[in-house]
């Protein structure tokens, strides 16, 4: 079961943001105001879900490895980015 959550987290962000929106308190607990997981769900899905177990497991006291792995989100959401539209290019060329 932890292995299907990590696949539909990689495989599909913002569906686990949902998810863990709908079912848990981890979003509630990460953030203090509903804003913030409403744009990262928008723009930064990748940060929001790595921002969220950073300051779930640390008590919102991020140092160390926890900011290794939000600057790996931030990497995977441009590179997400990066490549959709790079598909976009090639699959509409003018």
Do not use: E
């Given at each position: ?43 930064l ?13 640390t008590d ?17 959401d ?17």
């Amino acid at each position: 079961m932890p292995c299907l959550v990590v696949i539909i987290l990689f495989g599909f962000p913002r569906l686990g943001l949902f998810l863990f929106w709908l079912l848990t308190t981890y979003i509630q607990t990460a953030f203090q105001t509903r804003i913030w997981p409403f744009l990262g769900f928008l723009f930064l899905p990748y940060t929001t879900l790595a921002y969220m177990w950073a300051a779930n497991a640390t008590d919102h006291q991020i140092s160390g490895g926890w900011v290794f792995l939000i600057v790996l989100g931030v990497i995977f959401d441009l590179a997400s980015t990066g490549s959709a539209k790079r598909r976009r290019k090639h699959a509409w060329p003018m």
